[in-house]
């Protein structure tokens, strides 16, 4: 944050041309206005990253944020700073992220070299947008809110709502999954990286795709994956548990390496050798290579692309990009579709508003092909309810983001942590399988989770700064 200010005291407040002469006067300016509104876009950003994991109550319950800084400080005054309240980070956030809109073009297209298509992936008035509407879910959520102020989850309504309104002028069918795409439209913020990379897939690849499957989904996850026709596996009628991969939700097929899978697409795909879970199966632990393998009966295959590593083969490159979404559509759709129910009720459009939450988070499911949702119809009925179910879509649709654990904190959720299951799969002598589920690791969270703790090093350094309550 600190290079922030630097700049726009050293740089942008001395009124330096991006090119000097007469004739780039345009170019300047528009260049000049640009970088200013990412610079406020990454102070808003940095702010949000301290509000989000260090935000709590002190010891007299007073909810805290972070030391509200807007200048360059000497470094022995960093070291008096106090943690100001959570609601005034809030609204500092705001503020800075009001100058970003102002600054910044509402998304980057047409051939314009410097607010054009070749600069998607910066900071733009959209990604403003999302961010406020995140930052507004946060303050209105159960850990940051106690008193449930519903007036801060009709800000938070309003915020996504107007952000999705900014975004296409109505709801709109989300894009396939494509973390390949650099241009894929849902992606409202997202990191660059360099093409050419196949370092993911490497560590996360099952054994017999010749990775070192590191990520290992939980029984727990899998368990979230409703049935084809969107119910929870609890009420399903086409869910077997003896047969538990078939008729499962479209999602699960593409997140999701399991026993006897053969491709990225679909169930039925040929594209790879069926994957060996089972006990003593090449893809089990130790059964390619003797010290990898899966714990859980699982490996990750979202965020994955189709390679080849065999070492007698030699393709084992990729020209595509590997794209990390920030802010997207789908969750600005989930954002609304929360602070929605919480505010107005699962079906209702407000005046003013052109969606209900309900419309939001069917727009989620239907990419998943769920497209006849009798169990949202259902859920709709009532808060709690359509309550339950978004959070288990956020935990689908979110996994593997880093979003999950912060999620429980602000939700309360974090004490209700399962312990992690997995699978024992063991093939039958006619080729069968059968399915037994196991305790991998215990989880133990305390209600002082929600909140973390401020770095011992920062309270040594500055004994203004009060540590959260619990810790």
């Known amino acids: 944050m600190r290079q922030i200010f630097q700049y726009i005291d050293l740089v942008h407040n001395k009124g330096l041309y991006y090119i000097n002469g007469e004739a780039f006067e345009d170019i300047s300016e ?21 509000l989000k994991v260090y935000g709590g109550p002190d010891n007299e319950g007073n909810m805290l944020g972070f030391p509200i800084v807007n200048e360059i400080l000497e470094d022995e005054e960093y070291a008096s700073l106090s943690r100001d309240s959570y609601d005034d980070c809030v609204a500092q956030i ?3 992220l009001d100058v970003a809109i102002d600054s910044l073009p509402l998304t980057y297209s047409g051939s314009d070299a410097y607010i054009g298509n070749v600069q998607i992936g910066r900071a733009s008035g959209l990604a403003a947008y999302a961010l406020k509407a995140k930052v507004a879910l946060y303050a209105a959520s159960p850990a940051f809110n106690p008193t449930n102020d519903l007036s801060k989850w009709e800000e938070a309504a309003a ?16 894009q396939d999954y494509d973390y390949t795409s650099t241009t894929n439209v849902d992606h409202i913020w997202r990191l660059r990286d360099a093409n050419l990379k196949k370092d993911l897939e490497e560590r996360l690849y099952p054994p017999t795709l010749y990775g070192q499957g590191e990520v290992n989904p939980s029984q727990n996850l899998v368990d979230a994956f409703p049935d ?26 593409k997140f999701i390496f399991y026993n006897t899978d053969r491709s990225f697409t ?3 795909g040929s594209d790879y050798d069926s ?45 595509a990009a590997r794209v990390y979404v920030q802010l997207g559509l789908t969750e600005l759709y989930l954002n609304y579709a929360e602070a929605a129910n919480e505010a107005f009720g699962p079906d209702i459009i407000p005046a003013g508003y052109n969606f209900s939450a309900k419309d939001a988070l069917a727009q989620v499911r239907k990419r998943a092909g769920i497209t006849s949702d009798e169990y949202l119809d259902l859920v709709a009925a009532n808060s709690a309810d359509f309550r339950t179910l978004l959070k288990n879509e956020r935990r689908i649709e979110m996994c593997f983001s880093g979003e999950r654990f912060h999620d429980l904190r602000r939700w309360n959720d974090i ?31 305390e209600a002082k989770n929600s909140y973390l703790p401020l770095p011992y090093a920062e309270l040594i350094l500055n004994s203004n700064l009060k540590q959260n309550q619990g810790w």
């Open 30 to 50: 528009t260049v000049i206005r640009r970088y200013y509104g990412e610079a406020f876009f990454l102070k808003a950003w940095a702010e949000w990253e301290l």
């Open 94 to 96: 705001m503020a800075d």
């Open 159 to 174: 915020l996504a709502h107007e952000a999705i309104m900014q975004n296409s002028g109505s709801l709109k069918s989300l």
């Open 228 to 253: 084809s026709k969107g119910y929870p596996i609890s009420m399903s009628v086409e869910y077997d548990p003896a047969n538990p991969y078939a008729s499962r939700d479209d999602r699960f097929y």
């Open 266 to 268: 679909s169930e039925t």
């Open 275 to 319: 994957l060996q879970i089972y006990e003593g199966g090449l893809d089990n632990y130790g059964g390619f290579m003797r010290t990898e393998g899966t714990r859980t009966g699982y490996y990750l295959k979202r965020f994955l692309n189709k390679l080849n590593f065999d070492p007698s083969v030699d393709n084992a490159t990729t020209s």
């Open 415 to 445: 004490v209700a942590t399962e312990d992690v299951r997995g699978m024992k799969i063991t093939k039958n002598a006619d080729g069968t399988f059968s399915y037994q589920e196991v305790e991998v690791e215990n989880r133990t969270y």
